[in-house]
């Protein structure tokens, strides 16, 4: 009925009945435990107290019950020490303290964290104007024209008087003008807003209002899909000619790092969509002289991700930063096969899968990755046996599991998975990347030791501004951070630290689920 028993024996009788006799007590030792865990606690001669610990070996390391009972040392030390709960205190000691607050969250590069998204591309054109930038079906651009092109668009913008954070609206199939309007927003000074025109037009029609959208970016075949609203519509297609009178040079940069570069809409639990407001600094962070990936002008990107999912903002920016060649995936639903098709025909190089794709294309397709140097699974748990078949098949590409809330701009933490001898049980989600910091808390926001289960809570340069006209939504989910400068975001996962650093994802806390990498709240439907 019970498996853990805690004894403290206060008799102290014993040396009275042996009178001149010197007592000493000792501690017998059995070849087996009654119960998973026992801990007695004997009051020596001396007056002193000793702990002695049996456990189940087939259960516990002899390293977890020492970690164990050296954190039950130095809660007791805290206790005669501080004056306070006793959930406030730690049961780590200052050294340990260090390791998990500061020591593996040591990541710091120097990074341009004081420039924009699209002054570091045209720094790219600068370095390589003729280098390709996009491709699409049978179209490509260079870095110079795509620049020429963005530029006519944010020229037009501002002389439609769009301002610093002000939010444009994208209803655009995936083409070269979805790179074209991205690129051409933030020049112009505004964010942008992508909308998915296969969502329930109430969601849309949400979207739109909440974001006091001004101006709406689509194709003439699209208009009869958008959602009712005030905003000026702009047609790339039809109103083309006159948008190419404008000033092909690059206009003058009126924003900082610290203004919004996009909102993307999550689900939320009060069934209202929720805006995340990330600045440019969150995604220069992401992808510039950081350490998770290779970020080189020799890689290709597919862009596959709906734009409207932030798998969408490593894919881009990881690319077009960087000097790198994005391939557009023409369509929005991709057959395996058609998936296959063109990772081999433009020998795609870098390639970012949610797990539930990851898991078909290693079934059903994992011939056609052969060309991949850089693979990255996320957005829910990895199956171990699809893993441990890529290590084996495909020894030139790098699998890396990706973890990280749209709240945190894509990525927080990675774990390059290497092939080794021992049995693997399930895939960590590894460390931070770098300049994010990462702390795993119990219920006072204190860090819990190695091996035990809290909440994940994520801060650093990559922190959303918070939830778009949810001022309290935004205070309960973003909270000081008790260690540092800044905020640190509550992600409701529940995870531990492994002995070696790495983190392991547990679960939720809540009852949200992830299905095909996207958020769903089980609130929701019920109501």
Known sequence: LISAVFNIDLNDDSKSL???????TTIAHSSFATFEFFLNAAITSDRSMVLDCQYNTNLFSAVTIHCRLTEFENLLTHIVETVGSIGKLSLLSSSQ?????VGWNNNQTNYPQAKCIHQLFEERVEIDPDAIALVFEQQQL??????????????????LGV?????????????????VSILGILKAGGAYLPLDLAYPPERLSFMVENANVSILLTKKALVEKLPTHQARVVCL????????????????CLVRSTNLAYVMYTS???????????????????VRETNYLDFSPQQVFLQLAPISFDAATFEIWGSLLNGAKLVLFPGDRPSLAELGQIIQKQQITTLWLTAGLFHLMVDERLADLQPLRQLIAGGDVLSVPHVQKVLSTLPNCQLINGYGPTENTTFTCYYPIVKTGTLLTSIPIGRPIANTQVYILDAYL???????????YIGGDGLARGYLSRPELTAEKFIPNPFSTG?????????????????????????QVKIRGFRIELGEIEA
């Open 487 to 511: 905020k640190l975001y509550k992600t409701g996962d529940l995870a531990r630290y492994l002995p070696d650093g790495n983190i392991e994802f547990l679960g939720r806390i809540d009852s």
């Open 446 to 456: 204190q860090p819990v030791p190695i091996g035990i289960p809290g909440q994940l």
């Open 163 to 179: 301002q610093p954070d002000e939010l444009i609206g994208m209803a655009i199939d995936r083409s070269i003008d979805t790179i």
């Open 97 to 101: 303290q260090q390791q998990l607050l």
């Open 237 to 252: 297609d039809t109103d083309w000619e006159e948008i190419a009178r404008s000033n092909p040079t690059n206009p003058p």
């Open 268 to 286: 939320g639990s009060t069934g209202q969509p929720k805006g995340v407001c990330i600045p440019h600094q969150g995604v220069v962070r992401l």
């Open 18 to 24: 042996f009178k001149d006799l010197d007592v000493e």
């Open 142 to 159: 260079t870095y110079r024209e795509l620049n020429n092109r963005s530029n006519q668009l944010a020229n037009y913008l501002i002389g």
